[in-house]
């Protein structure tokens, strides 16, 4: 089959193996395997490539969780910055495993502001913006 987009609208099993599927275009699929009889979706999805996802809640005051995945195992700098671009915090420097990440982050000792946090992994850099409002 290609790749396009197809709908079925009817399926018929003459027994536990033979069937026929009727799709949108002409389509007619026959089985004699029985085919396919369900789908399980894993509750566990593969992670595949390097993500850094939005603070929340955002504004926050003081705290927020700011949450990551890593695709293969990599040494991992988590950085916030003022609007100046000053460093005032490393939130983790460390190597990590594969797999998702759940970080806080507490702004109690910094003034309300803009502030950005920088995730890095190899050759990975990604930034986000946060805000502080107390």
Known sequence: MSN?????????FVDAYTGWIVGSGGIILKTVSGGLTSVNQSSSS??????LNQNYPNPFNPNTIINYQLAINNVVSLKVYDALGKEVATIVNEKQNAGRYSVEFNGEGLPSGIYFYKLEADNFVETKRMVLLK
């Open 4 to 12: 396009s987009t197809n709908a079925f609208s009817s399926i018929h």
């Open 46 to 51: 593969i992670i595949n490539s390097l993500n």
